[in-house]
C-alpha cells in the first residue's frame, strides 16, 4: 500500500507542475491579485476533486461516460460557463488590481470559481477513471475506501503544489504591479486562458 501511495503521489505530482488548464489559471490569478487569491482558487479547485471522487468511487462517473447525450451536455454546460467567466472578466475594469490593492473578487468567490471550474469539467471525470483504478493495491478488497484514500492523496499533493506556484507567482506580482500595462496584459491573459480551458472542453 505504501509503495503504491509513493508511487501515486510522484505521478500526480508530475501531472500538477506539468502545464494544463488548472495551474495556469491559479498561475494568473496570482500574478493578477497576489498568492492568497491564488491560494484561494488552488483550495476551490481540489475540493471540486472530492466530488469527482465519490462520483468514482460509487461508480456514477462510469454511467455518466456511457452516455454519450449526458457527458456531452455536460461538456457544453461547461465551455459555456467559461466563456460567461471570460465575458466578465472582459468587462471589467482593464486595470486590474494587482498585489498590493484588494482584489475585485473576495476569497470565497475565488474559492466558489474554483470548485465550479472543477465541477464543469467533464475532463477531469474522465482523467480519474483513467488514471486511479490504476493505482489500486487491493482489487478484492474495499474499492471505495482505497479509492477515497487515493483522492485525498491526490488533492493533497495537488493542494501543495499550485498553492507553491501561487506563492511564486504572487511574489512576482508585487515585483511587476509598478508597471502600469501590466493589469491589461494580465486581464487578457485570464480571458485567454478562459477562452482557452472551454475549447479543451469541447474538444474530442
Partial sequence: MIETLISF???????????????????TQSLANGTKSG????????SGCIVHTTLLAFGISAIITASEELFYAIKVFGACYLL???YKVYKSDEHISLAENAPKKSYAQLFKTGVIMNLVNPKVMIFFLAF??????NE?????????????TFMMVSFITFSSIALAA???????????SMGIVLKWLQIVVFVGIAIFILLP
Fill in 9 to 27: 503521489s510522484i505521478a500526480t505530482l508530475a501531472l500538477a507542475i506539468s502545464p494544463g488548464p488548472d495551474n495556469i489559471y491559479v498561475l
Fill in 39 to 46: 491560494i484561494a482558487t488552488t483550495a476551490g479547485l481540489i
Fill in 84 to 86: 460567461y467567466l471570460a
Fill in 132 to 137: 486511479f483504478p490504476g493505482f489500486l493495491w
Fill in 140 to 152: 478484492n478488497g474495499n474499492t471505495v475506501l482505497q479509492f477515497y484514500i487515493l483522492g485525498i
Fill in 170 to 180: 504572487g511574489k512576482i506580482s508585487s515585483l511587476i504591479s509598478q508597471w502600469k
